[in-house]
């Protein structure tokens, strides 16, 4: 099956990356609201409860904080659970596991337990589902220590990165952003194995960074082809790890850029993208030509009407601005 | 370097007219500096021993930089930062003014980081450098082509630079009528008694010695001043600072173009000889270059004299940031009433073009009648 490049969705290449644990490793199963029968609320479990049974794909309640509890209790006890949530804006029913027991165990046990645990959810809007189903909110999780935080953008990082969160001793978050499951591409066959610590250039520039993950990445590249028809040559860096944040490559790029626009579909108000700039001022303030810009949604909840949705998200035309008002052009 | 005009901000070091070792004392001319107005000698206000030079000739450095450490005196050696601010106190005041230092105007310039580490590297003035960033600030990239730019030798000394004082004339005055909200005033004033006693007085004199209207004129500007400090001074992004001395910036034109205005410092406090004496040697000094760097930054209002030209009435431009321009016109014979009778009388258009953010015109009428009262009593002048 990965022989030869082919043509695969993001949602196919989530599919498999589940499909390839679930042969892989017995210890491995699936649970969450409507991944069985219904096969996903996105699609991307159909499938595999025929081939796999209800013992390995389990619906679960309509209860994040039992299932994600039920999660932890599985992890703690040997097993390497996937959890699906259907989307963040539910997983803050389950807060309390993810943050209060999942994130802490390791620490208050002296080392004893672990939590292999990894917990898939969608995040961001684009789809008209309204503010209660098109949040942001990666970036809350991304300030808890203990968590590992982790947004493929990309499909190689959508195929490889559940198995690199898996073979982690401890509590992995990935944020699939559901503007993201729709979109195809080619994925190589020599592609994978991918690591989930470092943060990638995805097109190289020397005139700006921009700094963006998940959901922003398509956008930001677009808006990048854009400036490069103007002469301005944006170098696009993929977090891909929201937490630990790899700042190596964030300051080696403005470093070379001097100057740095940060792309966060989530608000800009005590957020990822201000933890960010904050870092590029402890880092590189003397590096900087001029202040960090950054691009975020509205400070509104995500709206229903399409006009108003997209007017509320990052777009690449604002990402523009924003990259030639570092440069004054 | 001092600062030798509003719109300065950076001189060139031409030469060093001491050297390390040297004893100077206040007063003393040091080195000569290249300036937008010509090649200006730098005067010393501290004594002491030179240490040091700071700045090699030839070199471009922005105002402020220090040039040179002096030492000699008992206490620590000082850098002769003093230099630009310290002007000539009145002999012996019991409460020292404080130094006069025409604030710069506007906001300072921008440089971003990269741009400052960059410029600190490479020993490269920000202050010197156009900005292409964000607010025109100075980038890393503006920094980098100006190190490759700079060039190593000293520029050939010249005492006079017509185009580049045509340029500085341009910018200041450009400046005055964008920003300063200009009002004008004028009276007629009587010149009957000042132009007898001044031929009375004369008429005793050796050439070299006597006294010209343009002394008269000065000195009454000058007393006229003390009690109308709101035109004394200057206008800044802090609104108006009162200068801390009478220094009246006399304008005087360089044979083949341009004008420069330096002070006379302290004019309400000198005898009309010394003004004489003070208003020959500039007119003489600006004409060959040769000025002071206290003389041209000091001047907190200034008057031009056009009356040798043939005009009556001048309508002046302030010079920014000072807040005042008092012109006279040439003194012309006209039929003047006295006593419901008329007769002949030599008569002088003084005006006043004043800057309305600083004072209104009821002041400024007041200002404009002290003078003519000053100018109407010659002898106590």
Known sequence: MTNGTREITYRDAVREAIREALLADPRVFLMGEDVGRYGGCYAVTKGLLDEFGPERIRDTPLSESAFVGAGIGAALGGMRPIVEIMTVNFSLLALDQIVNNAATIRHMSGGQFAVPLVIRMATGAGRQLAAQHSHSLEGWYAHIPGLKVVTPATLEDARFMLAAALADPNPALIFEHVKLYNRSGMLPPDAGPVDIRSAIVRRPGKHVTLVTYGGTLFKTLDAAEELAKEGIEAEVIDLRVLRPLDTETVLASVGKTRRAVIVDEGWRSGSLSAEISARIMEGAFWELDAPVGRVCSAEVPIPYPHHLEEAALPQPSAIIAAAKTTLAS | ?381
């Open chain 2, 1 to 381: 370097m001092p600062s030798l005009g509003a719109d300065m901000e950076a001189g060139t070091l031409v030469e060093w007219l001491k050297r390390p070792g040297d004893r100077v004392k206040r007063g003393d001319v040091v080195a000569v500096v290249e300036t937008q107005k010509g090649a200006i000698e730098v005067d010393i206000f501290e004594d002491g021993v030179i240490e040091r030079w700071l700045v090699e000739p030839g070199t471009t450095v922005p105002v402020g930089t220090p040039l040179a450490l002096i030492g000699g005196s008992p206490v620590t050696p000082k850098t002769a930062e003093p230099l630009l601010a310290a002007a000539p106190e009145p002999a012996a005041p019991a409460v020292a003014p404080p130094p006069i230092v025409p604030k710069p105007v506007g906001r300072p310039r921008r440089a971003s980081p990269a741009a400052r580490r960059l410029a600190a590297e490479r020993g490269i003035a920000l202050d010197t450098l156009i900005g292409s960033g964000p607010g025109s600030a100075v980038v890393y990239a503006d920094v980098e082509r100006a190190t490759t730019a700079v060039s190593p030798r000293p520029p050939v000394p010249k005492r006079l630079d017509f185009a580049e004082m045509r340029r500085a004339i341009a910018a200041a005055m450009a400046r005055s009528k964008r920003e300063i909200p200009h009002y004008y005033l004028s009276t007629t004033v009587n010149l009957t008694r000042s132009l007898t006693w001044l031929e009375t007085t004369n008429a005793n004199r050796p050439p070299a010695g006597r006294l010209l209207l343009a002394a008269l004129l000065l000195k009454a500007v000058g007393h006229a001043l003390v009690d109308a400090p709101e035109f004394n001074g200057f206008f800044t992004g802090d609104g108006f600072q009162p200068g801390a001395g009478i220094h009246i910036g006399t304008a005087i034109a360089i044979r083949g173009g341009g004008l420069v205005a330096p002070a006379i410092h302290d004019a309400d406090k000198l005898s009309l000889d010394e003004l004489m004496a003070q208003l020959r040697d500039l007119v003489a000094r600006a004409r060959s270059g040769a000025l002071r760097s206290s003389e041209l930054s000091d001047p907190t209002i200034t008057v031009t004299n056009l009356g040798g030209r043939g005009v009556e009435t001048v309508f002046g431009v302030i010079y920014p940031p000072q807040v005042a321009l008092v012109g006279f016109g040439m003194p012309v014979e006209r039929p003047w009433a006295i006593g419901g009778e008329i007769a002949a009388r030599r008569v002088l258009m003084a005006t006043l073009a004043a800057d309305h953010r600083a004072s209104d015109g009821h002041r400024g009428a007041l200002f404009l009648a002290d003078i003519d009262r000053h100018l109407q009593s010659p002898e106590k002048l």
